[in-house]
């Protein structure tokens, strides 16, 4: 096999963890076994199969594992018959450890039951087991829940209005339960979350993902819009352009710095309230170019919607101590079902 560099790299390093990304197809368990083989055959150090541990996501992967090193074993040893030491990690092929993570896992546990304190009868329960004990423990909860009537479950409840609402927040907490899975550490997550909720439920908004996001891309939108604001006033001056527009194509420039200046939402949102666009003063088509003309004036009408349409008419449309309550009262809402997560993992 002619390997190509990076190939030849992960082949040969040695010493170090090594995470290998690359497309399907592209000769992963390939290098892999080629790997492998180079353990083997390592001329100061060599490593027994039995001292490998080949973890694979499925099955069919770990069997193609085995055959495909089976295979390098004996293209090694048809070339050089007299190796031993070859012919009998060939011999001890079908014992190595090339197995899915999950049966590693379970020999691990089955071999050490006693100081896990698990029932050695245990057995690992299927996907959908799985999800009905889930489901059978959210509805008892759900139930003590209702019997404990706590304040804070009854907003969160008080929000679902309608029928199922159970079912809608068991369904919702298995979600968030299934993405803190996802993460590193699962309930540590979660309880970063309940405290970023408690935070935006205090009315503190800066440092918060959406709201940064939200300032940011407004902000964005209007740099993005001054360049082309400059060009219309300058065309508005060239010979033949509407200068007419120059008075409100410079207002509008003045508007988009002005969004730019901004950093948190009180100010953006008072800076934005105030702007107004009056009507652009007339054109006279003998004296001005008429392509000049409907350029600036789509400059212009394209920023004028975004100041009134998404601005003021969305983004901005809360006053910022509204923003601030209805913020608050989502967070309410959310740090409860995180709660409940948190419970209902533990359970
Ligand atoms: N440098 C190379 N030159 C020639 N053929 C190669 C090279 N590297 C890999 N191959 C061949 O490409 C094919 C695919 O390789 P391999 O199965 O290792 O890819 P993979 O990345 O593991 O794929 P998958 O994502 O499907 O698991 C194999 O037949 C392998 O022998
Ligand atoms: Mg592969």
């Not at 979600?175 to 997550?189: G, I, N, Q, V, Y």
């Not at 200068?243 to 194509?249: F, H, K, S, T």
């Not at 088509?285 to 009408?301: F, G, I, S, W």
Request: charge should be negative; include cysteine; aromatic fraction near 6%.
């Amino acid at each position: 096999m002619n390997w190509s560099e990076e190939q030849k790299k992960v082949i040969e390093t040695r010493g170090c963890n090594l995470l290998v990304s690359a497309a399907a197809g592209s000769g992963k368990t390939a290098v892999l076994v080629e790997r492998i083989i180079g353990l083997i055959t390592d001329p100061t150090d060599p490593v027994s199969l039995d001292e490998l541990l080949v973890m694979t996501f499925t099955r069919a992967a770990a069997e193609e594992m085995r055959e495909r090193v089976g295979r390098a074993l004996s293209e090694r040893i048809e070339k050089d018959p007299e190796n031993s030491w070859l012919k009998l990690q060939r011999a001890i092929l079908p014992r190595a450890r090339i197995a899915t993570i999950d049966s590693v896992c379970q020999n691990l546990i089955r071999q050490y039951y006693q100081e896990l304190e698990i029932d050695p009868g245990f057995r690992a329960a299927e996907e959908s087991e799985l999800k009905l004990l889930r489901m059978d423990i959210l509805k008892k909860m759900m139930e003590e829940l209702h019997e404990e009537a706590d304040e804070e479950f009854l907003n969160l409840v008080d929000s679902f209005s309608g029928n199922g609402m159970d079912e809608r927040i068991s369904v919702l907490i298995e979600k968030l339960s299934s993405f803190a899975d996802s993460c590193e550490w699962p309930d540590r997550f979660l309880l970063e979350q309940e405290e970023i909720c408690q935070k935006e439920e205090d009315g503190e908004l800066s440092g918060l993902s959406w709201y940064e996001s939200v300032l940011s891309s407004i902000i964005e939108s209007a740099r993005e819009y001054l360049p082309l604001l400059l060009r219309a006033e300058e065309v508005c001056e060239e010979p033949g352009g509407p200068d007419p527009y120059l008075e409100g194509v410079r207002e509008s420039i003045s508007y988009a710095r002005a969004i730019m200046g901004c950093s948190a939402y009180e100010e953006l949102w008072s800076t934005v309230q105030q702007m107004r666009f009056p009507a652009l003063k007339r054109t006279n088509k003998n004296k001005h170019d008429p392509e000049m003309t409907a350029y600036v004036k789509t400059v212009r009408d394209s920023f004028k919607s975004f100041v009134t349409e998404k601005l003021q008419g969305k983004f901005l449309l809360l006053k910022p101590e509204d923003l601030k309550l209805s913020a608050a009262g989502a967070a309410r809402v959310n740090r409860e079902l995180i709660r409940l997560t948190r419970i209902g993992r533990e359970s």
